[in-house]
């Protein structure tokens, strides 16, 4: 006698077929929107205020303002020579940028990005980072392997916190603890932001060149984006990694949306590498979605779950020399574009 809920063979057809294209549709992000915005000069970072809808983008002399949901121009920030990273500090109304080249940090007014003043930070300050605990802001600065603390309401230097090595990016959990990539040691590096000190470094077994760094602040965890195209996904309070995932190449920043569960890793071979958080130690790839070539650093936007990308048109790479091994590839002229990659 047949059970009465025995399962057909055209049900368990129909369930397999579901599940196959549940898994085909992956993450459903593509690019939706592009602005075209020109000009000259390279770029790095990007930091976007959702509460305000700018994007702010670092471009070699300036940062550019734009708004994030028509891609129109907002404002110029100005003499900012080797621009890396943009940091806001929202209730005290204002932003700090590093000016690798110049070796300061300029501070500008929030609402009228009036400049307000610089100050002197170490070598090549690259990543800036706001940490609300302390009220601090910190440059993690790349050719003198330390960090500058500076108090964020007063616009003054508190010290300096000696690295291990070449810092890349950082993170705060908002609860007294600050978390910086050390690129050239492959580890990662916890700090206590009101003492300034350096309180654990952890290897990362695997990881080439951590660049891009993002945090999980309710598991606490921290999502690397590593030179060798993996993620390690490590444990913020114990330094242990718990699960390392593919990711694609080039790879020069990273995010996490805690509302969906998902984090992602930008790279210049023109993929956005899309990460599926099951639990807090279980991870999938859930997506690589196609952006374009040179798109290596990306801004999450918390209010729409968008992610920004930007990169432009290149010309051909130039032969090395002694002086440039390594040469980039000319931007071609008012190229530059801005992705927006959503559902």
């Not at 020579?81 to 940028?97: Q, S």
């Not at 000016?99 to 610089?118: A, H, M, Q, V, Y």
């Not at 932001?193 to 993002?214: H, I, Q, T, Y």
């Not at 930007?310 to 032969?319: E, I, L, Y």
Request: with cysteine; charged share 25%; hydrophobic share 40%.
């Amino acid at each position: 006698m047949k059970h009465l809920y025995a399962p057909t063979a055209r049900v368990i057809l129909v369930t397999l077929l579901l599940i196959g294209l549940a898994l085909a549709a992956g993450s459903g992000y593509h690019v939706i929107k592009t602005y075209k915005l020109g000009g000259d000069g390279g770029w790095d970072y990007l930091t976007l205020d959702s509460a305000s809808r700018r994007l702010y983008i670092s471009r070699a002399t300036h940062v550019m303002v734009i708004d994030a949901d028509s891609g129109k121009s907002v404002g110029d920030i100005t003499d900012t020579p080797g621009v890396h990273g943009i940091a806001l500090a929202p209730e005290l109304g204002r932003g700090f940028v590093s000016n690798g080249r110049e070796g300061t940090i300029s501070i500008f007014e929030l609402d009228s990005l009036k400049p307000l003043g610089k100050i002197k930070a170490g070598d090549n300050p690259d990543a800036i980072l706001y940490d609300p605990a302390s009220k601090h802001v910190f440059a993690f600065n790349g050719k003198s392997h330390d960090a500058t603390a500076i108090d964020a309401a007063k616009g003054t230097v508190l010290g300096t916190i000696k690295l291990d090595g070449k810092p890349e990016f950082a993170v705060s959990d908002e609860k007294g603890g600050v978390f910086v990539n050390i690129e050239d040691k492959n580890e990662l590096t916890s700090l206590d932001p009101n003492k300034l000190e350096v309180k654990a470094r952890w290897p990362m077994p695997g990881c080439d060149e951590p660049s891009g760094l993002a945090i999980d602040l309710k598991n606490r965890r921290l999502f690397a984006g590593c030179g060798n195209k993996v993620m390690p996904i490590v444990d913020a309070d114990s330094g242990k990694v718990v699960s390392t995932q593919p990711i694609c190449e080039g790879v020069d920043a990273t995010a996490f949306d805690a509302d969906n569960g998902l984090a992602f890793a930008s790279c210049g071979d023109g993929n956005l590498t899309v990460i599926r958080q099951d639990s807090a130690d279980k991870y999938s790839v859930a997506d690589t979605v196609p952006t374009k070539k040179g798109a290596r650093t990306l801004a999450l936007d918390s209010k729409t779950h968008q992610v920004f990308v930007v990169t432009a048109d290149f010309g051909p790479r130039p032969a090395p020399t002694a002086d440039q091994p390594r040469p980039r590839p000319p931007v071609l002229p008012d190229s530059f574009v801005v992705l927006v990659v959503g559902k």
